[in-house]
């Protein structure tokens, strides 16, 4: 649990940067985005190894659930909690929510079959080693993505479900590995709510930039409007299912 | 005051339990829980009924033998007490008290509120003892251990086996119980030579007892009566962690 939630924690740390670059001029965004593509196999490894772990780690999560209810055949009449976070009581459904995103977001950004129209959003790349080469425009896609209410009020819940998941996870790595006591339980503690609240409200700030016009695309603003006009019917019954 | 009671009767371990209202009348507010109990049983057996059965010994927060559950608070209220340290003035007259065993599937239930804890004997056989020469006994002070350490020994010490950590955990976990037993020989020289197989060997005995896992909400320690602290779990956790890589790249024998 807490190896698998380690690496994940690492990720999605790691992935948040990434995604802030979208505060930057298009870019920038479309150079890392270019740079991880252009790693090919080395990229399908850290997918793979990235999946392994995500599904060791709700596999795990399973048989933890199920092993601590068995511990307990008979509860109790008069359920008390001292002090165990709302967080903790309730990872594994926070956890199954955070997964159902994890698949939309999938879908949605990375292999993009909810929005086949986004492989019309073209950049090419004006500086460095790759100048000149026409790449998707990954920039666009974010934006466009995003000024839809629905997608946007969507990662923004997910986000926070998953801030909140860490809110109790990102501590609990230390007691599991041995790295906590009582000396260090207050900085622990300390730093996974500022993690937690920090993580969230960066992750927030994406979409609320991209709906409130802070974040803008021209891309967007001229290839957009004849993508919107073939897609737009079945794209909006799709939203409003999700 | 007079309070009214809800408590769990069970026949044994294979039949169904009940709860069952009792009427606890004319008590002092500086009587004890357990006096309160026997009160409640003396009018029982005085209308020939069957008294509850529950489990105490010495009834000053020793010796781990009692063991309510108390409006769902393994101990009942208050921090750092045992079953037997409670008192009925920590109740309003007229309450309504609903007392159950200490619940977990490796505590079946022998009768009412009594529960069979062998599980916490077979931990301990498993590792946690100390191999020592036989003969005169050895000098005081003969082995030096600095102040700090024999301190947090003793406070792991403290434990009394009672299993109200298991019983407040989410997860009817035994961590606090067994971390403040490995943890306690551990930490000290006397300790060091079965060190890597106590942890291993107890870890190893209670999740085949079938406890839950620890997931880290630190309700065992707030139930505790001596509150043993959560930080020995993660010491266990970090002995378990290189004694398991010991025994893999040193090839160390199972049992050795
Ligand atoms: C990408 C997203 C995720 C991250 C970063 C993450 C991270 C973590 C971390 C760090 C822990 C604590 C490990 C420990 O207690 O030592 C944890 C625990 C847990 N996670 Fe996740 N997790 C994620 C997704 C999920 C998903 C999809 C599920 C689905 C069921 C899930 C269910 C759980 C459960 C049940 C626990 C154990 C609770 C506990 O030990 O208190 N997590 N997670
Ligand atoms: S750790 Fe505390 S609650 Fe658990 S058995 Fe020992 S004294 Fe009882
Ligand atoms: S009866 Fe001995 S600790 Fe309560």
Known sequence: ?242 | MNVTLKVWRQKNADEAGYFETLEARNLNPDMSFLEMLDVVNNELEADNKMPVAFDHDCREGICGTCSLTINGQPHGPGEGVASCQVYMRSFKDGDTITIEPFRAKPFPVIRDLVVDRTAFDKIIQSGGFVTVRTGSAPDANAIPIPKETADLAMDAAACIGCGACVAACKNASAMLFVAAKASQLNMLPQGKAEKDTRVLKMVATMDEAGFGNCTNQYECSAACPKLISEDFIGQMNRDYLFASLRQKFLRRKKNA
């Open chain 1, 1 to 242: 649990m807490a190896l698998t939630g380690l690496i994940l924690v690492l990720f999605v740390i790691g992935h948040l940067i990434g995604n802030l670059q979208i505060f930057a001029e298009p870019e920038v965004i479309n150079q890392y985005a270019h740079f991880l593509h252009s790693l090919g196999p080395l990229l399908w490894l850290v997918r793979a190894f990235l999946l392994i772990t995500v599904i060791l780690h709700v596999w795990m999560a399973v048989l933890l659930v199920i092993e601590n209810r068995k511990a307990r055949p008979q509860g109790y009449e008069g359920e008390h909690t001292h002090r165990a976070s709302y967080a903790s009581r309730t990872m594994q459904y926070i956890g199954i929510i955070v997964l159902a995103f994890i698949l939309f977001h999938l879908a949605h950004f990375t292999l993009r079959v909810t929005h086949p129209e986004y492989e019309q959003l073209r950049y090419v790349l004006q500086e460095g080693a790759y100048q000149g080469t026409e790449v998707l425009d990954v920039h666009a896609m974010m934006v466009m993505g995003f000024q839809k209410p629905l997608v946007s009020l969507f990662y923004i819940f997910a986000v926070g479900l998953l801030a909140f998941h860490l809110r109790h996870g990102f501590g609990s790595i230390f007691q599991t590995l041995g790295l906590r006591n009582k000396y260090w339980a207050g900085t622990i503690e300390k730093t996974t709510i500022t993690f937690a609240v920090a993580y969230f409200l960066l992750n927030a700030a994406i979409p609320l930039s991209v709906m409130s016009g802070v974040v803008d695309n021209e891309n967007v603003n001229s290839i957009g409007e004849s993508a919107e006009v073939l897609t737009l019917p079945e794209d909006a019954s799709s939203e409003s299912t999700e």
